[in-house]
């Protein structure tokens, strides 16, 4: 015998039909876990971190490299800030054989952390005065100018600090206490770089 629905049935298969479509449209869509949630989270910052360094390098090729001034402050290279007045080679050597003042050159580079630290040497107020009788010149030993290479012979490293008489001569025999590396001065050497400024003055 066969049954016919009646309205409670329709309605109860209505119902059926709503939940079926519910769970066919929205069933499928599979959540993401936490794992999931992390591993992007994970991507996203990746993506920011290698935006960011991108960014930074090519701000820094894009910089130029700041004119020398003998008072300028940077931590990041060799600008000592002191009273000093700094010339180039050429022009210092220049200045000594006109006024008959020895020459002290100082040879660095920026990279080098020991060169950065010897402001205190030139800070110092007793080589301040014995500096206003001495050209002071300085040289980044990574431009490789020519003229270096003659020096070459007394050591690489730097900083080193050579004194010259006003004839252009070097003065081989003023050394630092550093036996190892006798043109080496420190932020601790003052005393001794005082010293060699007197020593280069009585053989101007």
């Known amino acids: 015998m066969t049954r016919i629905p009646n309205e ?9 039909a709503a939940l079926l479509i519910l769970l066919l449209a929205f069933g499928c ?26 960014a930074k390098l090519s701000s820094a090729k894009n910089t130029n490299r700041p004119a020398f001034t003998g008072t300028a402050t940077s931590v990041k290279d060799a600008k000592w800030k002191s009273n000093l007045k700094w010339h180039s080679w050429a022009d210092g050597r220049k200045e000594s054989a006109k006024t008959g003042k020895p020459l ?22 007793v080589v ?39 004839a252009g001569v070097l003065l081989s025999d003023i050394t630092s206490p550093i036996d190892r590396y006798p043109y080496f001065y420190t932020p601790n050497s003052v005393s001794a770089f005082r010293t060699s400024l ?7």
């Open 104 to 125: 002290c050159l100082v040879v660095f580079t920026d990279w080098c952390p020991k060169c950065r630290k010897l402001g205190p040497l030139f800070q110092d107020k």
């Open 29 to 54: 869509q599979v959540q993401p876990n936490q794992s999931d949630n992390n591993q992007a989270k994970q991507a996203t910052r990746s993506k920011q971190l290698q935006e960011q360094a991108s």
């Open 8 to 16: 409670q049935d329709v309605s109860v298969t209505g119902v059926s």
């Open 128 to 166: 301040e005065r014995l500096a206003n009788d001495v050209v002071m010149v300085r040289q980044d030993q990574d431009e490789r100018p020519d003229w270096l290479n003659e020096y070459v012979q007394y050591g690489r490293y730097v900083p080193r600090i050579f004194f010259f008489s006003s």
């Open 198 to 204: 007197q020593k280069a003055l009585s053989q101007k």
